[in-house]
């Protein structure tokens, strides 16, 4: 459910606004694997959010968050 993405992505701009980056890249990235499964690849949403993954960039991920398996599809 895009909505579900959509919440994600809500948090992660509050973890970026109380100043954790490695926590709003992880969600994120989830809300990323959500929009490109239920909305597509080419879809706005998921086209933004792609690009605050990108943003945060890999070094902003928490060694928690390095370790966890890859989203499905992945």
Avoid at 13 to 38: D, G, K, S
Avoid at 44 to 63: E, M, N, Y
Avoid at 64 to 74: D, F, H, T
Wanted: glycine residues 6%.
């Amino acid at each position: 459910d895009p909505r579900a993405g959509r919440s994600l992505e809500k948090l992660a701009e509050t973890e970026l606004a109380l100043n954790r980056p490695a926590e709003a890249r992880q969600h994120y990235a989830e809300a990323l694997a959500i929009f490109e499964e239920t909305l597509g690849p080419d879809d706005p949403f998921t086209a933004v959010t792609r690009a605050h993954v990108r943003q945060l960039g890999p070094d902003t991920v928490s060694p928690a968050a390095s370790s966890a398996p890859p989203a499905p599809g992945k």
